[in-house]
Protein backbone atom coordinates (compact mmCIF):
# COMPACT_ATOMS: atom_id res chain seq x y z
CA UNK A 1 0.00 0.00 0.00
CA UNK A 2 1.43 3.12 -1.16
CA UNK A 3 1.76 6.58 0.39
CA UNK A 4 -1.22 9.38 -0.03
CA UNK A 5 -0.24 11.87 -2.65
CA UNK A 6 -0.38 15.43 -2.82
CA UNK A 7 -0.56 17.26 -6.05
CA UNK A 8 -0.14 20.77 -5.49
CA UNK A 9 -2.51 23.21 -7.48
CA UNK A 10 -0.44 26.48 -8.39
CA UNK A 11 -3.12 28.38 -10.07
CA UNK A 12 -4.05 31.04 -7.58
CA UNK A 13 -0.54 31.59 -7.53
CA UNK A 14 -0.52 32.81 -11.22
CA UNK A 15 -3.83 34.22 -9.90
CA UNK A 16 -1.68 36.62 -7.91
CA UNK A 17 0.73 37.57 -10.74
CA UNK A 18 -2.01 38.58 -13.40
CA UNK A 19 -3.53 40.49 -10.67
CA UNK A 20 -0.22 42.89 -11.33
CA UNK A 21 1.25 41.74 -14.43
CA UNK A 22 -1.91 40.12 -16.85
CA UNK A 23 -0.19 42.59 -19.53
CA UNK A 24 3.06 41.34 -19.47
CA UNK A 25 2.82 38.09 -17.43
CA UNK A 26 6.87 36.49 -18.01
CA UNK A 27 8.17 40.45 -18.19
CA UNK A 28 11.48 41.33 -16.17
CA UNK A 29 9.34 41.95 -13.22
CA UNK A 30 6.31 39.51 -12.87
CA UNK A 31 6.19 37.84 -10.18
CA UNK A 32 5.41 35.48 -8.61
CA UNK A 33 7.45 33.34 -10.45
CA UNK A 34 5.34 30.11 -11.34
CA UNK A 35 8.83 27.87 -12.06
CA UNK A 36 9.78 28.90 -9.02
CA UNK A 37 6.86 27.95 -7.14
CA UNK A 38 6.90 24.57 -8.38
CA UNK A 39 10.46 23.87 -7.59
CA UNK A 40 9.63 25.04 -3.88
CA UNK A 41 6.46 22.16 -4.24
CA UNK A 42 8.56 19.42 -5.21
CA UNK A 43 11.29 20.30 -3.13
CA UNK A 44 9.06 20.13 0.19
CA UNK A 45 7.56 16.92 -0.94
CA UNK A 46 4.62 17.28 -3.40
CA UNK A 47 4.33 14.61 -6.16
CA UNK A 48 3.06 16.59 -8.69
CA UNK A 49 2.22 20.21 -9.59
CA UNK A 50 -1.53 21.00 -10.78
CA UNK A 51 -2.26 23.81 -13.31
CA UNK A 52 -5.75 24.44 -14.65
CA UNK A 53 -4.81 25.84 -18.74
CA UNK A 54 -8.47 27.77 -19.30
CA UNK A 55 -9.92 28.61 -22.02
CA UNK A 56 -10.17 32.45 -20.93
CA UNK A 57 -6.69 31.86 -19.69
CA UNK A 58 -7.18 33.70 -16.39
CA UNK A 59 -4.46 32.49 -14.34
CA UNK A 60 -2.10 29.78 -16.33
CA UNK A 61 -0.92 31.21 -19.64
CA UNK A 62 0.03 28.45 -22.42
CA UNK A 63 3.63 29.98 -21.81
CA UNK A 64 3.59 28.69 -18.16
CA UNK A 65 2.38 25.34 -19.58
CA UNK A 66 5.70 25.05 -21.50
CA UNK A 67 7.76 26.23 -18.71
CA UNK A 68 6.45 24.20 -16.48
CA UNK A 69 6.11 20.97 -18.53
CA UNK A 70 9.93 21.30 -18.85
CA UNK A 71 11.03 22.22 -15.27
CA UNK A 72 8.71 19.78 -12.92
CA UNK A 73 10.83 17.22 -11.91
CA UNK A 74 7.78 14.96 -10.21
CA UNK A 75 4.72 15.12 -12.87
CA UNK A 76 2.34 17.96 -14.03
CA UNK A 77 -1.15 16.95 -14.13
CA UNK A 78 -3.11 19.19 -16.61
CA UNK A 79 -6.47 19.96 -16.12
CA UNK A 80 -8.79 21.18 -19.22
CA UNK A 81 -11.84 21.29 -20.56
CA UNK A 82 -13.00 19.52 -23.19
CA UNK A 83 -11.67 22.03 -25.93
CA UNK A 84 -9.90 21.46 -29.28
CA UNK A 85 -7.66 24.19 -28.64
CA UNK A 86 -6.79 22.90 -25.22
CA UNK A 87 -6.01 19.31 -26.17
CA UNK A 88 -3.62 20.21 -28.84
CA UNK A 89 -1.79 22.08 -26.12
CA UNK A 90 -1.75 18.93 -24.26
CA UNK A 91 -0.72 16.89 -27.10
CA UNK A 92 2.45 19.33 -27.44
CA UNK A 93 3.45 19.70 -23.94
CA UNK A 94 2.68 15.83 -22.87
CA UNK A 95 1.38 16.13 -19.51
CA UNK A 96 1.75 12.55 -17.55
CA UNK A 97 -1.75 13.33 -16.58
CA UNK A 98 -4.80 15.27 -18.08
CA UNK A 99 -7.47 15.19 -15.68
CA UNK A 100 -10.48 16.55 -18.05
CA UNK A 101 -12.94 19.48 -15.77
CA UNK A 102 -15.64 21.00 -16.63
CA UNK A 103 -15.38 25.07 -17.62
CA UNK A 104 -17.67 28.31 -17.44
CA UNK A 105 -16.30 31.51 -17.92
CA UNK A 106 -18.34 32.97 -15.19
CA UNK A 107 -17.26 30.73 -12.23
CA UNK A 108 -14.39 31.73 -9.46
CA UNK A 109 -12.76 28.74 -10.14
CA UNK A 110 -14.36 25.04 -11.52
CA UNK A 111 -17.64 24.38 -9.94
CA UNK A 112 -19.40 20.70 -10.09
CA UNK A 113 -17.88 17.49 -11.61
CA UNK A 114 -18.22 16.86 -15.20
CA UNK A 115 -21.10 15.15 -16.18
CA UNK A 116 -19.40 11.70 -18.20
CA UNK A 117 -22.93 10.79 -18.28
CA UNK A 118 -24.51 13.48 -20.67
CA UNK A 119 -20.95 13.93 -22.09
CA UNK A 120 -19.82 10.53 -22.93
CA UNK A 121 -19.93 11.32 -27.12
CA UNK A 122 -17.97 14.35 -26.83
CA UNK A 123 -15.50 12.91 -24.75
CA UNK A 124 -14.72 9.65 -25.85
CA UNK A 125 -12.53 11.11 -28.61
CA UNK A 126 -10.72 13.31 -26.68
CA UNK A 127 -9.88 10.56 -24.10
CA UNK A 128 -8.88 8.22 -26.73
CA UNK A 129 -5.84 11.24 -28.30
CA UNK A 130 -5.21 11.79 -24.80
CA UNK A 131 -4.15 7.92 -23.92
CA UNK A 132 -2.52 7.17 -27.74
CA UNK A 133 -0.17 9.62 -26.56
CA UNK A 134 0.93 7.93 -23.50
CA UNK A 135 -1.03 10.58 -20.93
CA UNK A 136 -3.00 8.99 -18.41
CA UNK A 137 -6.29 10.58 -18.21
CA UNK A 138 -8.75 11.18 -15.00
CA UNK A 139 -12.20 12.84 -15.34
CA UNK A 140 -13.31 15.10 -12.38
CA UNK A 141 -17.33 13.95 -11.28
CA UNK A 142 -19.54 14.05 -8.77
CA UNK A 143 -18.79 10.97 -6.49
CA UNK A 144 -21.89 9.26 -7.66
CA UNK A 145 -22.14 5.68 -8.85
CA UNK A 146 -23.66 6.87 -12.51
CA UNK A 147 -20.50 8.65 -13.08
CA UNK A 148 -18.16 6.54 -11.78
CA UNK A 149 -19.52 3.62 -14.56
CA UNK A 150 -19.65 6.20 -17.03
CA UNK A 151 -15.93 6.56 -16.36
CA UNK A 152 -15.13 3.63 -16.14
CA UNK A 153 -16.90 2.53 -19.39
CA UNK A 154 -15.11 5.39 -21.35
CA UNK A 155 -11.85 3.51 -20.05
CA UNK A 156 -10.21 6.88 -17.99
CA UNK A 157 -7.53 5.31 -15.79
CA UNK A 158 -8.76 7.49 -12.87
CA UNK A 159 -11.51 10.10 -11.41
CA UNK A 160 -11.41 12.39 -9.76
CA UNK A 161 -13.70 12.71 -6.68
CA UNK A 162 -14.89 16.35 -6.49
CA UNK A 163 -15.35 17.13 -2.56
CA UNK A 164 -16.65 20.61 -2.69
CA UNK A 165 -20.03 19.20 -1.75
CA UNK A 166 -18.52 17.80 1.17
CA UNK A 167 -16.34 20.81 1.92
CA UNK A 168 -19.06 23.26 1.58
CA UNK A 169 -21.40 21.60 3.74
CA UNK A 170 -21.58 20.66 7.59
CA UNK A 171 -22.84 18.50 10.49
CA UNK A 172 -25.14 15.87 9.11
CA UNK A 173 -25.22 17.04 5.59
CA UNK A 174 -21.19 16.65 5.52
CA UNK A 175 -21.41 13.24 7.20
CA UNK A 176 -23.72 12.59 4.17
CA UNK A 177 -21.49 13.58 1.86
CA UNK A 178 -18.35 12.36 3.24
CA UNK A 179 -20.97 8.32 2.84
CA UNK A 180 -20.62 9.32 -1.18
CA UNK A 181 -17.32 10.15 -1.61
CA UNK A 182 -16.66 6.64 0.40
CA UNK A 183 -19.59 4.63 -1.46
CA UNK A 184 -18.18 6.19 -4.85
CA UNK A 185 -14.12 5.41 -4.01
CA UNK A 186 -14.74 2.02 -3.52
CA UNK A 187 -17.18 1.68 -6.97
CA UNK A 188 -14.64 3.32 -8.49
CA UNK A 189 -11.76 0.85 -6.93
CA UNK A 190 -13.41 -2.14 -7.76
CA UNK A 191 -13.95 -1.03 -11.25
CA UNK A 192 -10.12 -0.60 -11.65
CA UNK A 193 -10.26 2.82 -11.35
CA UNK A 194 -7.44 4.90 -9.44
CA UNK A 195 -9.30 7.34 -7.16
CA UNK A 196 -7.99 10.77 -6.69
CA UNK A 197 -9.79 13.90 -4.70
CA UNK A 198 -9.92 17.21 -4.48
CA UNK A 199 -11.80 21.13 -4.26
CA UNK A 200 -12.30 22.48 -1.08
CA UNK A 201 -9.84 19.93 0.82
CA UNK A 202 -8.11 22.17 3.90
CA UNK A 203 -6.15 21.94 6.88
CA UNK A 204 -9.28 21.39 9.05
CA UNK A 205 -11.28 19.13 6.89
CA UNK A 206 -8.44 17.14 5.61
CA UNK A 207 -9.12 14.44 8.85
CA UNK A 208 -12.28 13.58 7.40
CA UNK A 209 -11.14 13.15 3.89
CA UNK A 210 -8.83 10.77 5.00
CA UNK A 211 -11.51 8.10 5.77
CA UNK A 212 -12.14 7.76 2.25
CA UNK A 213 -10.85 4.39 1.49
CA UNK A 214 -8.51 3.64 -1.62
CA UNK A 215 -7.59 7.25 -1.98
CA UNK A 216 -4.19 7.75 -4.71
CA UNK A 217 -4.15 11.51 -4.64
CA UNK A 218 -5.39 14.98 -3.18
CA UNK A 219 -4.99 17.81 -5.13
CA UNK A 220 -4.98 21.06 -3.31
CA UNK A 221 -4.36 24.47 -4.33
CA UNK A 222 -6.57 27.26 -2.46
CA UNK A 223 -5.75 25.67 1.14
CA UNK A 224 -2.10 25.49 0.69
CA UNK A 225 -1.46 29.09 -1.04
CA UNK A 226 -3.63 30.47 1.66
CA UNK A 227 -1.69 28.99 4.29
CA UNK A 228 1.40 30.17 2.54
CA UNK A 229 0.96 33.66 2.93
CA UNK A 230 1.65 33.16 6.67
CA UNK A 231 3.97 30.54 6.86
CA UNK A 232 5.78 30.23 3.43
CA UNK A 233 5.14 27.72 0.52
CA UNK A 234 7.63 25.19 1.99
CA UNK A 235 6.12 25.04 4.99
CA UNK A 236 2.15 25.16 4.02
CA UNK A 237 3.13 21.89 1.30
CA UNK A 238 4.76 20.11 4.26
CA UNK A 239 2.24 20.96 7.26
CA UNK A 240 -0.66 19.31 4.66
CA UNK A 241 1.62 16.20 4.09
CA UNK A 242 2.39 15.75 7.78
CA UNK A 243 -1.51 16.22 7.53
CA UNK A 244 -1.82 13.51 5.48
CA UNK A 245 0.86 11.12 6.43
CA UNK A 246 -2.17 8.94 8.67
CA UNK A 247 -3.45 7.92 5.77
CA UNK A 248 -4.48 3.85 5.90
CA UNK A 249 -6.16 3.37 2.40
CA UNK A 250 -8.18 0.03 3.64
Known sequence: MGTLKLGVNIDHIATLRQARYSGAPHGLLAEPNLVSAAAVCERAGAEGITIHLRADRRHIQDADATRLRESINTKMNLEMGNTLEILEIALRILPEDVCLVPENRREITTEGGLDAVAQSKALQPTIKRLQAAGIRVSLFIEPSPEQIDAAHKLGAEAVELHTGAFS?????????????????????????????AGHGINYQNIAKILTVPHLEEL???????????????????????AAMSSYRSE
Open 168 to 196: NAEGRGQEEELARLRAAAIHGHELGLLIN
Open 219 to 241: NIGHSIVSRAIFTGLDAAVREML
